[in-house]
């Protein structure tokens, strides 16, 4: 059973060792903001930090994934707070927001080693599709949330909080504190 960390929590997948991480974090650890688009590596819709490299997660097994940290959108901050949230609500970047989740991970991982980054760094690190075509405000909200990371420039209009992380534990199994047996769905709490 693969182990890893999913947004700082331990979490076991009592699966095929074969299983694309984006089904093991969708249908068993019930972490649907990880979208999938094609499945085959195009779309970026699936995108998740691993070590906090933002990565195709319907192209890794959850044991190439096994002892690695990953985060996906329900972990990136507890109140919509990350930098990228914040521009991508403040400049309009998303419309039916199915491909949000993945570029703001994509978004996140280059601000992290990169917080100042050109029109081009930014089509490079997120080839991200979306069928609704926010490129242009994309551009503009990465660059934003650049200037937010660099403390050059703060975001009024924050996003609404989010849901309260203890509501999200008792949504989420995976998310939840040791329950002592496998929960629904093919997760379980690691042994010592
Ligand atoms: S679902 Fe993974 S790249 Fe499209
Ligand atoms: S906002 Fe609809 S696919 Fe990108």
């Given at each position: 059973?693969?182990?890893?960390?999913?947004?700082?929590?331990?979490?076991?997948?009592?699966?095929?060792?074969?299983?694309?991480?984006l089904?093991?974090?969708r249908?068993?650890?019930?972490?649907?903001?990880t979208k999938y688009g094609?499945g085959?590596?195009?779309?970026?819709a699936c995108?998740?930090?691993?070590?906090?490299?933002?990565?195709?997660?319907c192209?890794?097994?959850?044991?190439?994934?096994?002892?690695?940290?990953?985060?996906?959108?329900?972990?990136?901050?507890?109140?919509?707070?990350?930098?990228?949230?914040?521009?991508?609500?403040?400049?309009?970047?998303?419309?039916?927001?199915?491909?949000?989740?993945?570029?703001?991970?994509?978004?996140?991982?280059?601000?992290?080693?990169?917080?100042?980054?050109?029109?081009?760094?930014?089509?490079?690190?997120?080839?991200?599709?979306?069928?609704?075509?926010?490129?242009?405000?994309?551009?503009?909200?990465?660059?934003?949330?650049?200037?937010?990371?660099?403390?050059?420039?703060?975001?009024?209009?924050?996003?609404?909080?989010?849901?309260?992380?203890?509501?999200?534990?008792?949504?989420?199994?995976?998310?939840?504190?040791?329950?002592?047996?496998?929960?629904?769905?093919?997760?379980?709490?690691?042994?010592?």
């Open positions: 059973m693969p182990a890893m960390t999913v947004n700082d929590a331990p979490v076991m997948f009592d699966m095929d060792p074969e299983t694309p991480l089904w093991a974090l249908d068993a650890a019930n972490l649907t903001g094609c085959v590596g195009d779309c970026g995108m998740v930090l691993i070590d906090g490299e933002a990565l195709r997660s192209l890794v097994t959850i044991a190439e994934a096994e002892g690695r940290t990953i985060t996906t959108i329900e972990g990136l901050s507890r109140d919509r707070s990350h930098p990228v949230q914040q521009a991508l609500v403040a400049e309009q970047a998303i419309q039916c927001g199915f491909c949000t989740p993945g570029i703001v991970m994509a978004a996140a991982s280059l601000l992290r080693r990169n917080p100042d980054p050109s029109e081009a760094d930014i089509r490079e690190a997120i080839p991200n599709l979306c069928r609704c075509g926010v490129y242009p405000r994309l551009i503009a909200a990465v660059q934003r949330a650049g200037r937010v990371t660099r403390r050059r420039e703060t975001i009024s209009a924050a996003p609404a909080p989010g849901i309260d992380p203890a509501d999200a534990a008792r949504a989420v199994p995976a998310m939840g504190p040791a329950s002592g047996g496998e929960a629904d769905g093919g997760t379980t709490e690691p042994e010592d």
